[in-house]
C-alpha cells in the first residue's frame, strides 16, 4: 500500500541558510500535518493543511511557513537555520479529521551547522 | 488544555515478560487515543486505537482500554520480545468537534527488550 512520502531524507544545512521539505500523502487523503521531533523528544505539531487550506497552527517558528498544493503535497520551508531546528521533521496525512488516525512519513533529518 | 502524561523510560524487560506501559490523559470533550511505536530510525507507526471509552485496541498482541472514569490507556502485552524493542508514544486527538488539529503526544517510554 502507498505510504506518505517525505523528501529528502536528509538535509544538512549552514545557519541562516534555507531548507525546504517536501511531503507527498497517502492518495486520497486530504488532510497534511507537520511535525518537529528533537532529539529524543516527542513529536510536536507544527502546521495542518485541511483540503488545501491551513487548518491548525502548532508551536510553527515564524521563520518556518508552509503550504499544501492543489495535488496535496505540502511543503515545509525553513528560513534563517539556526542550530536548534536540527529535528528529525515528520509529515502526516489523513483521510478523516474525525478520527484523528495519522499516518506517518518516515521523516526528514535536518541537520543546521 | 489538552496533554499526555506516560511513564518515563528506558523500561528493560526480559524476553516474553508481561509489559505495561501506562498513559493518562488530560483532556476536554471526548478525544480518541492512540499509540504509535517508534523503531530507531523510523517514522512513527500506528499500534492502535480506541475512539470511545471502554473501546479496547489491539493489535500485534498488544492490547490498551480506553478508561474514561481514570482518564487511562494503559498499553499491555503479555509476552514481549525482542523485536518490540522501540519507543512507544501515547498520544490522543485533540480534535473536538472540527478541524485537522493533529495530535498531543505523551513524551514516550523507550522499552529495551533482552534476549
Known amino acids: 500500500a502507498a505510504g506518505v512520502i517525505q523528501s529528502p531524507r536528509h538535509l544538512i544545512k549552514e545557519k541562516r541558510e534555507t531548507a525546504t521539505l517536501k511531503c507527498y500523502p497517502i492518495p486520497r487523503h486530504d488532510t497534511v500535518y507537520w511535525y518537529q521531533q528533537g532529539p529524543g523528544q516527542d513529536p510536536q505539531f507544527l502546521i495542518s493543511?485541511?483540503?488545501?487550506?491551513?487548518?491548525d497552527k502548532g508551536s510553527i517558528p515564524d521563520r518556518f511557513s508552509a503550504q499544501q498544493f492543489s495535488d496535496y503535497h505540502s511543503e515545509l520551508n525553513m528560513s534563517s537555520l539556526e542550530l536548534g531546528d536540527s529535528a528529525l521533521y515528520f509529515c502526516?496525512?489523513?483521510?478523516?479529521?474525525?478520527?484523528?488516525?495519522?499516518?506517518f512519513g518516515e521523516g526528514s533529518r535536518l541537520t543546521v551547522l | 488544555g489538552n496533554s499526555v502524561t506516560q511513564m518515563e523510560g528506558p523500561v528493560t524487560l526480559s524476553e516474553e515478560a508481561f509489559l505495561t506501559i501506562n498513559c493518562t490523559y488530560t483532556?476536554?470533550?471526548?478525544?480518541?487515543l492512540f499509540w504509535y511505536v517508534q523503531y530507531p530510525g523510523e517514522g512513527l507507526q500506528l499500534l492502535l486505537k480506541?475512539?470511545?471509552?471502554?473501546d479496547k485496541g489491539s493489535n500485534k498482541g498488544f492490547e490498551a482500554t480506553y478508561r474514561k472514569e481514570t482518564t487511562s490507556f494503559h498499553l499491555e502485552k503479555g509476552s514481549v520480545q525482542v523485536s518490540d524493542s522501540a519507543v512507544y508514544f501515547c498520544a490522543l486527538s485533540r480534535y473536538s468537534g472540527g478541524g485537522a488539529d493533529g495530535l498531543t503526544f505523551g513524551k514516550g517510554t523507550h522499552l529495551i527488550i533482552q534476549p
Open positions: 493543511f485541511y483540503e488545501k487550506m491551513q487548518s
Open positions: 502526516a496525512s489523513s483521510s478523516s479529521i474525525l478520527t484523528g488516525e495519522l499516518f
Open positions: 483532556a476536554t470533550g471526548y478525544p480518541s
Open positions: 480506541a475512539t470511545k471509552a471502554d
